[in-house]
């Protein structure tokens, strides 16, 4: 292993390579926009081209490609050549600085919610120099931001760099007010991403899987996750070599893939880098899902990311480690030694604290989607109300202040494993809490909700704008205080007692919690479309448009793509489902009860009975009538759903009447499969899915 070293980055146009190729005045102008954020001139721009081209093609590159991230949850890439005709039918390799920072990809096939009608289609894309480019499949790869003609942002980069400079100028101001200039402070995340891995042959036999990216249909198992035994056991050999393969791409392509281990569902599994600043950790996210992908078809397996494949066994999410730290590398939700005298820390926290209370919405929404409405609330996430665990040392520190009184800092509880070669560690003060959506976790807070197959971008977006519209507000007032240090205790406390309802460190899974949540009036937004309605409230339109994240327009036409992709997802599944049961399901069940009733008029020939095939068969009539009829509803739910002209009024009637009719009709043929024989269900069970070997 000692080889990582030299993998790592080795295909990444990052700092090191940059300093090795560019002349040292272009490094300079480049390194400063990268640091600070500001942009980038055109003749230092063909220059890096020129050494970006050249680097890329003794990588194998032939091809370069201005990478974005449209509003369809995936990332989009446009393929061109560097190819120029030259003299006498040759041709030479170039690339321009224009080339680098602008793009024009045909952009009226991309949703656009609309803000962008066919007749005025173009889009471009512009080089986020933030984000290193590097080299995959001989392709030069360009992260981008997509924004139309006219400047509306179409994609979740560009939003999300605003968000990144509004954060930034907010920390400052508070910073200044301790006497601290740093250049720039930057949110940092790291992605835990879960994913299930299952042989590729059993893949191809499940249409539901490889049409909606889930199973429709499948009995429980009779051995599920319940014996506890796959979390963190040890890796199947298949699965190991296709993690050290994993990992060896991610490193090439410079992602810190750090943690490797078996998750809690059978055949579910985690992966967890190093965090980065928000739009690299972004990127490198995308890339790591597609990556992962790729991978999986090398070692015969198919890596999926929906965030609910199998029902009955745990889903899969994403935790977003966040934290904001300054260009001179303090951490500002780091506690410290000397939790009492922290006053910049508590106001950090309490930023966040109000930024969460009062933008329980909009977090909530960021994590909406038909995928992820499988997990919130059916308790393996958290639920979808939305509050924060602070821990008790924490908690005691702001109630303490809240209260008047003087708060005396803690000290760790010595641990003790009572084995005496085992090393004696402290009682980490912030304790664990499974269950909350957003937990303070040492000196970054772990946001819980996001399902697996989500873009970080939307949440990080939520957090570091209203965090951001906090701290502008904290500064504010403070700027103009005669006696900073007990106006800032005076704001503490107030903000801390307007906005404790939002702070539960209690159990997130216990039912008593939803009655409680209600009576402090927290939100709880149980679907996709009723989190949607909430995007375009006045009081969201407002923080964006201060902040200029989106416009008010910019937030409508976000909210319409989001509520199409839901309906056009369930519409889909519906789909999906009648037609499996029609020409997989039924005619299976069919056959079985012609051959029970063969079975029985032979026995019956013989002058005895047949008790069991004939209550069998009754069985079997039985629920493939109500199959059948609630296939029929199916198809009818859907019928009657296009009718809605309101996009609302439509994602409601999805969520409300087809997903409902979806369900029901899934328990019915799931009855048959726990009845019919093996050979004749036309597809590979859970078992033979999740427990391979
Ligand atoms: P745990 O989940 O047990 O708390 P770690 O503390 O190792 O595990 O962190 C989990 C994730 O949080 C990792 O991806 C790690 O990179 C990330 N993380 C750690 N510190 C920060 C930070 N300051 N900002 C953002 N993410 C962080
Ligand atoms: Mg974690």
Not at 181 to 203: A, C, H, M, N
Not at 371 to 396: K, Q, V, Y
Not at 430 to 457: C, I
Not at 494 to 504: D, G, L, P, S, T
């Amino acid at each position: 292993m000692t080889k990582v070293p030299k993998l790592f980055g080795s295909m990444v146009f990052n700092e090191q390579v940059m300093h090795e190729r560019l002349p040292k005045e272009i490094f300079k102008a480049l390194q400063t926009t990268i640091k600070t954020g500001k942009s980038i001139a055109s003749d230092v721009a063909d220059v890096v081209a020129g050494a970006m081209k050249d680097w890329a093609i003794e990588k194998g590159a032939t091809h370069y490609t201005h990478w974005f991230q449209p509003m369809t949850g995936v990332t989009a890439e446009k393929h061109d050549s560097f190819i120029q005709p030259a003299e006498g039918g040759t041709v030479i390799m170039k690339f321009s600085g224009k080339q680098l920072i602008k793009g024009e990809p045909d952009a009226s096939s991309f949703p656009s919610g609309g803000l962008r009608s066919t007749f005025e289609a173009r889009g471009y894309t512009a080089w986020d120099p933030t984000s290193y480019a590097f080299v995959k499949d001989s392709v030069l790869y360009i992260p981008t931001a997509f924004i139309s003609y006219s400047g509306q942002v179409l994609d979740k980069k560009t939003p999300l760099l605003r968000s990144m400079d509004a954060l930034s100028r907010a920390s400052l101001r508070i910073l200044k007010l301790f006497g601290k200039t740093p250049d720039r402070v930057t949110p940092s995340v790291g992605p835990e991403q879960e994913y299930f891995l299952i042989p590729k042959e059993l893949y191809k036999k499940r249409p539901d899987l490889i049409i909606t990216g889930r199973t429709l249909f499948g009995a429980k198992p009779p051995k599920g996750q319940e014996l506890d035994d796959h979390y963190f056991g040890a890796l199947k050999k298949q699965v190991l070599r296709y993690m050290e393969d994993l990992d060896s791409e991610l490193w090439k392509l410079g992602i810190f893939a750090k943690t490797r281990h078996n998750e809690v569902a059978p055949a579910q599994h985690e992966l967890a880098p190093i965090y980065a600043t928000v739009n690299i950790a972004t990127d490198h996210n995308q890339l790591t899902m597609a990556v992962m992908k790729d991978v999986a078809q090398k070692h015969d397996l198919v890596c999926l990311l929906h965030e609910k494949p199998f029902a009955g066994v745990n889903g899969s999410g994403k935790h977003n480690n966040w934290s904001i730290s300054t260009s001179d590398g303090e951490n500002l939700l780091e506690p410290g030694k000397d939790l009492k005298n922290n006053l910049q820390f508590m106001l950090f926290l309490t930023a966040v604290i109000k930024a969460v209370d009062e933008h329980q919405d909009l977090l909530r929404l960021s994590v909406a989607s038909a995928g992820n409405d499988h997990r919130l609330g059916a308790n393996e996430a958290p639920p979808a109300i939305i509050s924060m665990f602070l821990g008790d040392e924490i908690t005691d520190l702001f109630e303490t202040l809240a209260s008047g009184k003087e708060y005396s800092n803690r000290v760790g509880t010595k641990l003790s494993t009572g084995v005496e070669s085992v090393p004696v560690i402290f009682e980490d003060t912030t304790d664990r809490n499974r269950t909350s959506p957003f937990a303070f976790t040492g000196n970054k807070f772990e946001f819980r909700s996001l399902g697996s197959a989500l873009n970080v971008a939307c949440p990080n977006i939520m957090i570091n704008t209203a965090v951001a519209d906090a701290l502008n507000g904290f500064a504010d007032v403070l700027e103009k205080a005669r006696d900073f240090k007990s106006a800032a205790f005076e704001l503490i406390r107030n903000e801390y007692i307007a906005h404790k309802r939002i702070v539960f460190n209690g159990d997130n899974y216990a039912e008593e919690w939803t009655t409680e949540a209600k009576n402090r009036g927290l939100l709880n937004l149980k679907s996709t479309p009723e989190a949607l309605s909430y995007y375009d409230k006045t009081k969201n339109v407002e923080l964006f448009e201060r902040l200029k994240i989106y416009t008010a327009e910019e937030v409508r036409a976000r909210k319409d793509i989001l509520l199409e992709n839901y309906c056009k997802v369930i519409n889909i599944e519906a789909n999906a489902m009648c037609e499996i049961t029609g020409r997989m399901i039924l005619p299976a069940a069919i056959k079985f009860s012609a051959e029970l009733s063969e079975n029985i008029v032979n026995i019956k020939a013989l002058g005895l009975d047949a008790p069991v095939q004939s209550e069998l068969l009754a069985t079997v009539s039985d629920l493939i009538s109500k199959a059948y009829a609630a296939e029929k509803k199916l198809a009818e739910s859907v019928e009657a759903v296009k009718k809605n002209t309101d996009l609302q009024a439509a994602a409601d009637a999805y969520y409300n009447k087809v997903f409902a009719a979806m369900q029901e009709l899934r328990e019915h043929c799931d009855k048959l499969e726990a009845i019919m024989p093996k050979q004749l269900w036309p597809f590979p069970t859970y078992t033979d899915l999740l427990l391979y070997v």
